[in-house]
């Protein structure tokens, strides 16, 4: 099933679905081989496996690569900090993605209150209800307790 909830194509291609052998994932994100492999070892990009063990590489692996080649030739980074970098990307994600999860059951909440409210005043009787205005003055009154009498 996709996030809305309907049955996805078994034979549908996602950015997730890992199709690309590790030569044509090479020659996609533009490294060698053994680089990817590095890469997979040291836990950067981790592809998916068959099952006799071969890598499979996905969309976004073959997008993860070139970010993690931008960050360490562009902008100098070492392995460490890259992966520190994509470990902390992927926690934001989730973040977000939790958030929007409790966004979403907040105003589900929200609307269910405000229609159990508008039941509720739809149960209220609708009676006359008799009405007596109140005179104000400007009267005082002054209370004082009786003092009790000494035997």
């Known amino acids: 099933m996709d996030t809305s909830g309907r049955r996805r194509n078994p034979y549908e ?5 890992p ?7 090479a020659q996609l ?3 060698h ?8 070892r040291l836990g950067l990009v981790s592809p998916d496996r068959t099952a006799g063990r071969g890598r499979r590489y996905s969309a976004r692996d073959i997008e993860l690569l070139r970010q993690v080649q931008a960050l360490s030739q562009d902008e100098g980074i070492n392995l460490a900090g890259i992966k520190r970098i994509i470990e902390l990307e992927n926690q934001v994600a989730a973040l977000q993605s939790r958030v929007a999860e409790l ?10 209150m405000q229609q159990r409210e508008a039941a509720v005043h739809a ?3 609708r009676d006359l209800v008799p009405y007596q205005e109140v005179q ?3 009267a005082l009154v002054v209370w004082r307790p ?3 009498q000494s035997d």
Not at 33 to 40: E, I, M, N, S, V
């Open 33 to 40: 081989p053994q680089t990817l492999r590095q890469y997979d």
């Open 19 to 25: 199709v690309y052998v590790i030569s044509v994932a």
């Open 103 to 112: 966004q979403s059951a907040l105003d589900g909440a929200a609307v269910a």
């Open 136 to 138: 104000q003055t400007s």
């Open 29 to 31: 994100s533009g490294l």
């Open 146 to 148: 009786k003092r009790q």
């Open 13 to 17: 291609l996602t950015e997730e679905t």
């Open 123 to 125: 149960s209220y009787r």
